[in-house]
């Protein structure tokens, strides 16, 4: 009985003192500094501690929608170089639909989702994506030339040499 007693007021200090003591400690998650700290763990070559990080800050409701567009894309990233291809297409479509990530973001995530589509030798799906990267309004201009060429590398594929010819000419204009 001794023992069991001796349990409960061990029990009852680690709940009444230590535990609080511990949890007040605790610094809250900064956003921008944990985003800081899982580009230079990608860097550095640790990947799962980068791809931790990076799921932090894209799930942190205080972080800024930049900040947790940019965090996800990453995200998709770091799990399509694992091999999940499944998914970090899923967190693409996330990324690219989220209208208050950066356009670049939402545009380089439609530009992956396309890329993912056409390994899989889905063409008519990657071409439809490749076109939606055209769509979104200030999608970073390489994003936007790349679509262009790959459309064109699509269309010539098939023997629609007018389209590819059309692509391509608009990708150089780009």
Sequence with gaps: MEESRMRYVF???VLSFVLPVAIAQQKPLDPAAELTAAHKLRQDGKRDDALAAYQRVANHGKA??????GAALWVAH??????ATGEAAKKYAEV?????????????AQMWIAHLLREQGKKDDALLAYSKVLK???????????????????HYERGNYDEAKKA??????A
């Design 78 to 83: 770091l799990l399509r170089e694992k091999g």
């Design 136 to 154: 979104i309004d200030s999608a970073h201009p390489n994003d936007r030339g790349g679509a262009q060429v790959w459309i064109g590398a699509l």
């Design 64 to 69: 800024s929608p930049h900040d947790r567009g």
């Design 11 to 13: 029990l009852f200090l």
């Design 96 to 108: 690219s639909a989220m209208t208050s990530a950066h356009p670049h973001d939402r545009g380089g």
């Design 168 to 173: 391509l000419q608009a990708a150089a204009n």
